[in-house]
């Protein structure tokens, strides 16, 4: 089983930064594949960024790529989401996961087995 408890998220301007961590236990993390979902007010979870188990491959959703970067550092159980040229669209709480299965990747919120808290991101105008 994997534990995850997010940090780093805050109010920002937009155009600003924030990275947020994941901070993770367990000792099938390093063979999990993780991912970043959001969840705006009044709206559904949706995905934000992926990475697989080994960190050799990354997915971002269209309305992050190229803003949003995912990273992994294995040895330290943590994943990390760079987050640069924020929009306010981009407010939401930020919630870290991890497949139910290892091995694949967690593209899709129905297929997580472990969800962190959440950290709340605010982006004003």
């Known amino acids: 089983q994997v534990q995850l408890v997010e940090s780093g998220g805050g109010l920002v301007q937009a155009g600003g930064s924030l990275r947020l961590s994941c901070a993770t236990s367990g000792r099938t993390f390093s063979g999990v594949g993780m991912g970043w979902f959001r969840q705006a007010p009044g709206k559904e979870r949706e995905f934000v960024a992926a990475i697989s188990w080994n960190g050799g491959t990354t997915y971002y959703a269209d309305s992050v790529k190229g803003r949003f970067t995912i990273s992994r550092d294995n040895a330290k159980n943590t994943v990390y989401l760079q987050m640069n040229s924020l929009k306010p669209e981009d407010t939401a709480v930020y919630y870290c996961?991890?497949?139910?299965?290892?091995?694949?990747?967690?593209?899709?919120?129905?297929?997580?087995?472990?969800w962190g808290q959440g950290t709340q991101v605010t982006v004003s105008s």
């Open positions: 996961a991890a497949h139910r299965f290892r091995g694949l990747n967690l593209l899709n919120p129905a297929d997580a087995g472990s």
